[in-house]
C-alpha cells in the first residue's frame, strides 16, 4: 500500500468514525485539516533539554514542509515563551544551552504554539470546515511523564547480523529509540521526520507497549553501536489536547532518556 493510500485511508476511516458517531464539526475540521504539526519535549541524561517542532502541508499527494510559520514558541511551566527558530525546512528547534528558560519539569503541561500567515492561515481554515471570518489557532499541549523510566534487554544482540528485543516500564508509556552504527550515522530509528512524505509507517515505527523488536539489520556489520532511548508521553490525533485546525496526523511527545548505552557488536 502506498503513502498516499495509507493516508487517504486513515482520513476516511476518520471520516466514517464520524459519521457514524456523535463526531463535532471540531472533530471534522481535524479530519480535514492539511497542517500536521509534529512536537516533542526531551531532557537528556545529562540534563540538557531540547525542544523541536516539525510543520508539514499534506494538502497535496507530494507533502511539503512548511517553512513560513510565524512566532513558533514553547511555553514552559513558569509561564515564559520559548522560541523555536528553523534550523532546517520545517524543523524549528531549541535547547536549553540556547536558552536557560527551557527547563523540563515532570509531571508539568507544555504548550507547543504558531501562526501561519493570514493568506495561507485562512485558506487552510476555510477548506477544513472552519467559519470564514475566525482565525485558525495551532495549539497544542502534552504533559510530560511522572513516572520513573526503565530499560531493559529481553535479548541483546549477540553477533553482527542478530536480533534484539528492548523492553522499559511503564508500558504506559512510547519510546523513541535510535541506534547509530560504529561511523556514527542513525542506521536504526523508531521516530524520523526529515522527510516530510507523511504515511502510517510514521507513527507505527514509535515504540509501544513496553518493548520493541530489533531485526538483523540494525546490527547488521561489528563494532561498537551506540543506543539512545528516551520513554516519552503523547497527545495526537483527535485528542482534546490538539486545537481543531491541527491535522489529523499531529502529535506531541514529552520524555526524558536513559545515558548512551555502547554495544560491542562481535562478528
Excluded at 168 to 196: H, K, M, Q, Y
Aim: net charge neutral.
Amino acid at each position: 500500500m502506498s503513502t498516499r493510500t495509507r493516508l487517504v485511508s486513515c482520513i476516511c476511516l476518520g471520516c466514517v468514525t464520524c459519521l457514524f458517531s456523535s463526531c463535532s464539526r471540531e472533530h471534522l475540521r481535524t479530519l480535514q485539516s492539511p497542517i500536521q504539526a509534529v512536537g516533542t519535549l526531551l531532557e537528556n541524561a545529562d540534563g540538557t533539554v531540547e525542544a523541536q517542532l516539525v510543520l508539514i502541508n499534506t494538502e497535496k499527494p507530494k507533502h511539503a514542509f512548511l517553512t513560513n510559520a510565524e512566532n513558533v514558541q514553547l511555553r514552559v511551566p513558569s509561564g515564559q515563551m520559548v522560541s523555536l527558530e528553523q534550523v532546517e525546512p520545517g524543523h524549528y528547534r531549541s535547547d536549553s544551552s540556547q536558552n536557560p528558560a527551557l527547563v523540563y519539569e515532570q509531571g508539568k503541561t507544555y504548550q507547543f504554539r504558531f501562526g501561519l500567515p493570514p493568506s495561507e492561515s485562512r485558506r487552510n481554515h476555510r477548506e477544513a470546515g472552519g467559519a470564514q471570518e475566525a482565525e485558525p489557532t495551532y495549539v497544542a499541549v502534552v504533559k510530560t511523564p511522572t513516572n520513573k523510566v526503565r530499560f531493559s534487554w529481553a535479548k541483546r544482540p549477540e553477533f553482527a547480523g542478530d536480533t534484539a528485543q528492548l523492553r522499559w516500564t511503564p508500558r504506559s508509556l512510547n519510546a523513541i529509540v535510535v541506534v547509530r552504527d560504529p561511523e556514527g550515522r542513525t542506521c536504526f530509528s523508531t521516530f524520523d521526520f526529515s522527510d516530510p512524505q507523511f504515511g502510517g509507517d510514521k507513527w507505527a515505527r514509535l515504540g509501544a507497549n513496553g518493548q520493541l523488536a530489533l531485526g538483523v539489520d540494525v546490527f547488521s556489520r561489528p563494532g561498537q553501536y551506540q543506543v539512545l532511548k528516551y520513554a516519552v508521553s503523547r497527545t495526537s490525533g483527535l485528542s482534546p489536547g490538539l486545537s481543531a485546525d491541527l491535522g489529523v496526523l499531529s502529535g506531541f511527545l514529552a520524555g526524558t532518556g536513559t545515558a548512551i548505552e555502547t554495544l560491542d557488536i562481535p562478528e
